[in-house]
């Protein structure tokens, strides 16, 4: 388990006692391109997001999670990042990391 999971696994437990799990732009990933649209460290790497919507979302094989590769821009895109921001199951997808926030 390297760092960022195990930042995670003590953020999900914490915010899941709290019963509050969101996105936070504060753990925003650094390698998620600037946007509205990033993962957090809370990322479970479970593949829905990029499943779903992979002109937006792929893999960082060195940490080992999901991050906005391409931000949405047509209503098409938007509809489909939104898609798989509802289905993460971790709420780790956030849109609102500034630059054209909606
Ligand atoms: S759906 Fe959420 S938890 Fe799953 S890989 Fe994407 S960002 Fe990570």
Not at 54 to 71: A, C, K, L, T
Request: aromatic share 8%.
């Amino acid at each position: 388990m390297n760092f960022y999971q195990l930042r995670c696994a003590y953020r999900v437990i914490t915010q899941f006692n709290q019963n509050k799990i969101m996105p936070n732009k504060n753990d925003r990933l650094p390698d998620n391109v600037p946007g509205p649209y990033y993962v957090d460290a809370s990322c479970i790497d479970c593949d829905q997001c990029r499943a779903t919507a992979p002109d937006f979302f792929r893999r960082n094989d060195e940490i080992g999670f999901s991050i906005v590769h391409r931000q949405p821009v047509t209503p098409a895109d938007i509809k489909q990042a939104e898609e798989a921001r509802l289905g993460c199951p971790t709420e780790s997808i956030g849109r609102d990391g500034g630059h054209g926030v909606r």
